[in-house]
Protein backbone atom coordinates (compact mmCIF):
# COMPACT_ATOMS: atom_id res chain seq x y z
CA UNK A 1 0.00 0.00 0.00
CA UNK A 2 1.41 2.87 -0.86
CA UNK A 3 1.70 6.09 1.78
CA UNK A 4 2.50 9.42 1.15
CA UNK A 5 3.15 11.56 4.74
CA UNK A 6 3.36 15.17 4.72
CA UNK A 7 5.03 17.38 6.97
CA UNK A 8 7.21 21.05 7.09
CA UNK A 9 4.39 22.92 7.12
CA UNK A 10 3.56 26.11 9.55
CA UNK A 11 2.76 29.69 10.45
CA UNK A 12 5.06 32.08 8.49
CA UNK A 13 5.37 35.72 8.34
CA UNK A 14 5.30 37.20 4.29
CA UNK A 15 8.71 37.03 2.56
CA UNK A 16 9.83 33.84 4.88
CA UNK A 17 10.14 30.09 4.08
CA UNK A 18 9.05 27.18 4.22
CA UNK A 19 10.30 23.61 3.38
CA UNK A 20 7.88 20.88 2.64
CA UNK A 21 8.91 17.31 2.73
CA UNK A 22 7.02 14.00 1.40
CA UNK A 23 7.92 10.72 2.60
CA UNK A 24 6.71 7.93 0.67
CA UNK A 25 6.77 4.03 1.34
CA UNK A 26 5.30 1.30 -0.25
CA UNK A 27 6.12 1.97 -4.02
CA UNK A 28 9.08 2.36 -6.21
CA UNK A 29 9.78 6.10 -5.12
CA UNK A 30 12.11 6.49 -8.17
CA UNK A 31 9.59 5.52 -10.92
CA UNK A 32 6.41 7.60 -9.89
CA UNK A 33 6.22 11.35 -11.60
CA UNK A 34 4.93 13.62 -8.36
CA UNK A 35 3.78 16.58 -7.81
CA UNK A 36 2.80 19.29 -4.60
CA UNK A 37 -0.65 20.08 -4.97
CA UNK A 38 -2.27 23.29 -2.17
CA UNK A 39 -6.12 23.80 -1.52
CA UNK A 40 -6.89 27.08 -0.04
CA UNK A 41 -10.20 27.37 1.96
CA UNK A 42 -12.63 27.52 -0.56
CA UNK A 43 -10.72 27.36 -4.00
CA UNK A 44 -10.04 23.93 -5.57
CA UNK A 45 -7.39 22.17 -5.46
CA UNK A 46 -4.19 23.32 -7.42
CA UNK A 47 -1.67 21.90 -8.66
CA UNK A 48 1.73 23.93 -8.03
CA UNK A 49 4.98 21.70 -8.54
CA UNK A 50 5.30 18.58 -11.18
CA UNK A 51 9.39 16.63 -11.29
CA UNK A 52 8.68 13.89 -13.45
CA UNK A 53 10.63 10.78 -12.52
CA UNK A 54 13.24 12.07 -15.26
CA UNK A 55 13.60 15.40 -13.43
CA UNK A 56 11.73 17.85 -15.77
CA UNK A 57 10.18 20.10 -13.88
CA UNK A 58 7.34 22.40 -14.34
CA UNK A 59 5.95 24.99 -11.83
CA UNK A 60 2.36 26.85 -11.82
CA UNK A 61 2.44 30.33 -12.53
CA UNK A 62 1.09 31.34 -9.28
CA UNK A 63 4.49 29.83 -7.85
CA UNK A 64 7.16 30.21 -10.44
CA UNK A 65 10.08 31.76 -9.54
CA UNK A 66 9.67 31.14 -5.91
CA UNK A 67 9.12 27.58 -5.10
CA UNK A 68 11.53 24.74 -5.92
CA UNK A 69 10.24 21.20 -5.88
CA UNK A 70 13.46 18.42 -5.29
CA UNK A 71 13.26 14.79 -4.78
CA UNK A 72 15.79 12.50 -3.24
CA UNK A 73 14.95 8.92 -4.70
CA UNK A 74 18.15 7.25 -2.23
CA UNK A 75 15.30 8.91 0.75
CA UNK A 76 12.00 7.97 -1.16
CA UNK A 77 11.51 11.71 -0.46
CA UNK A 78 9.75 14.82 -2.32
CA UNK A 79 10.60 18.61 -1.08
CA UNK A 80 8.99 21.52 -1.82
CA UNK A 81 10.81 24.59 -0.79
CA UNK A 82 8.97 28.02 -0.35
CA UNK A 83 10.46 30.97 -0.58
CA UNK A 84 8.59 34.93 -0.58
CA UNK A 85 6.13 33.59 0.15
CA UNK A 86 2.68 35.56 0.41
CA UNK A 87 -0.58 35.34 1.85
CA UNK A 88 -2.31 33.76 -1.19
CA UNK A 89 -0.23 30.95 -0.47
CA UNK A 90 -2.08 29.95 2.67
CA UNK A 91 -3.66 26.46 1.80
CA UNK A 92 -2.99 22.78 2.86
CA UNK A 93 -0.22 21.24 0.81
CA UNK A 94 -0.19 18.20 -0.38
CA UNK A 95 2.15 15.26 -2.40
CA UNK A 96 0.62 13.03 -4.99
CA UNK A 97 1.82 10.21 -7.52
CA UNK A 98 0.89 11.45 -10.80
CA UNK A 99 0.16 10.03 -14.26
CA UNK A 100 0.27 12.10 -17.65
CA UNK A 101 -3.46 11.05 -19.56
CA UNK A 102 -4.87 13.15 -22.17
CA UNK A 103 -2.19 16.39 -22.22
CA UNK A 104 -2.51 16.73 -18.48
CA UNK A 105 -1.71 15.41 -14.92
CA UNK A 106 -3.82 13.86 -12.85
CA UNK A 107 -2.89 12.57 -9.00
CA UNK A 108 -3.00 8.74 -8.60
CA UNK A 109 -4.38 7.04 -5.23
CA UNK A 110 -5.94 9.05 -1.87
CA UNK A 111 -4.85 12.32 -0.38
CA UNK A 112 -3.38 12.13 2.84
CA UNK A 113 -3.48 14.61 5.69
CA UNK A 114 -1.41 17.20 3.64
CA UNK A 115 0.30 19.92 5.77
CA UNK A 116 -1.08 23.32 6.43
CA UNK A 117 0.95 26.42 4.99
CA UNK A 118 -0.59 30.05 6.75
CA UNK A 119 1.45 32.95 5.42
CA UNK A 120 0.51 35.60 8.20
CA UNK A 121 1.69 38.63 9.51
Known amino acids: QVQLVESGGGLVQPGGSLRLSCAASGTIFSINDMGWYRQAPGKERELVAI???????NYADSVKGRFTISRDNAKNTLYLQMNSLKPEDTAVYYC???????????????WGQGTQVIVSS
Open 96 to 110: MRLTYYGGRYAPIGS
Open 51 to 57: ITSGGRI
